[in-house]
């Protein structure tokens, strides 16, 4: 019995590491759901692009390099020369901030005060314009991203835990790493959205547009600071993600994994996207681990719309929705 | 606040001149129909008249904020200070001195009322010390709002946020406060609190203002000069006494007449009068 509990200590450790990028990914949404009242369906893919555009400025490649060939017959394909990951991970940033830029200019400017639901219908057409740009500018292949961080089982947890209990825990360096990073980044977030000044005017926004408009608050620089916060965001999770997996086109749909995330916690709330994700993670990974051998197993790719539709049914606006505030 | 009491020697200049404009929404509501008027320097001027006569429009035609509600000012011209208006974004309004206190108060509802002060300092330059001081003294004729300075906005009562959204406009240091309907859903005693702090606000700080209000009883109390508008167009104007004793205005807008307080039923539009006079 004490072995069955320490296995299951062992997954739910490991389900709480797969919960870290499942809430990094929903927090990109919970950012721009909150300052804009849209439901940015192109969450995925921008963490696709972003870790396409990070592992391509690293490798030096030529962005584009298959249509000026194919334009110009050169054979051009890379610079020849490898950026180091701290600068092109700056680099990426400032393509994020163009790219949110972008959207703002030549999307959602046009679209003041429309429905949400054409809002949405912008960004999945976003989502697919930005999936090609991405396959154009860095090419289809399977890459390897590799920005430094610690990789494999970590030894010190794998000795100090089979010395104390006869078991040794296998935890992933990359999943540790990737927690404190997330750790750092949800504090260095509610820091700048509590206590600066354009924090403050994120979270007007997020309240009342008309109000914040008439306060003199540019909603269309804040909608360009959201979103480039919400492609920093998707940034971290495609490292993340890219780490671990290697940098390919299924990395996009990540993004349907953060939508049960966001049932559960709730679409307007930073702690929601966290703790959402963290039961998420841990609870298909003990799901797996419990009930899986009896139903034969397979059960990660389902259980967590299951877990999500139970939630819709009996509370609606996730764990941790926006009390709306109604006088009388 | 300080600059636009310096400038208030005469009292008669014009600050915002509203010339003819024209108002549609959404390429096809013509919901203004040549409206034009003046605000002088150092003044209340009141905009006056029923629901859907324009009032809101045309304060929000003046601070700009008519773009994000699909509107357009089609003909005339606003000018503010002899500059023109159009083209300007709300932000540049605020920074210009000119800014609006919505109708409903719309306070931002999560963020304390300390903190919905704050964002009224958004467009400021001018330093934390400044800001703090201004702070200090939005306290100083709302003092309800230091006790409640903690409190979640949207907890607070209808007065207190009425009190926090024209504080939140103090804190740009405007020279024109565009003030829409403040005594909407309130108790006549807040009313008359409130508009109190307005008059305050004028005479000690040399804000104008600019009020739309339904209450015309009230409102030609404290204004200086008004306008009543009707359907879209002004349909008389002049000095708030004037108004005040004005028999029509009496009847149609004040209630009562020769004969006494009228019903509802036999209150009848100004405009519709006039034609049937003329």
New interface residues.
Partial sequence: MPEQFLFATEVVLNGLMAGVLYALVALGFVLIYKASGIFNYAQGVMALFAALTLVGIMDGQVPFSHLINAIFGTEIHHFGWHVPALLAILLTIGVMVVLAWAVQRFIFRHLVNQEPILLFMATIGLAYFLEGVGDLMWGSDIKKLDVGLPQGINDWIDVTTFEAFGYGFFIDNLDISATIVAIILVGALIAFSQYTKQGRALRAVADDHQAALSVGISLNFIWILVWSIAGFVALVAGIMWGAKSGVQFSLSLIALKALPVLMLGGFTSIPGAIVGGLIIGVGEKLFEFLIGPMVGGATENWFAYVLALIFLVFRPQGLFGEKIIERV | MEAAVTQNQDPAKTLLEVNNIEVIYNHVILVLKGVSLKVAEGGITALLGGNGAGKTTTLKAV?N?LH???GEVTKGSISYRGDAVAGL???D???RGV????EGR??????TVE??L???A??RGDGRGAVAADLEKVYTYFPRLKERRTS?A??TS?GEQQMCAIG??LM?RPETILLDEPSMGLAPQLVEEIFGIVRDLNEKEGVSFLLAEQNTNVALRFAHYGYILESGRVVMDGPAAELRENPDVKEFYLGVSEEGRKSFRDVRSYRRRKRWLS
Avoid: W
């Fill in positions: 601070s904020l994000s509600e699909r974004d709300p932000a309004m605020v920074k800014i609006q206190v919505m719309h306070c931002f509802e999560h963020l903190e919905n704050m964002t009224g958004y467009t979640q949207g907890y209808g939140r406009a740009s």
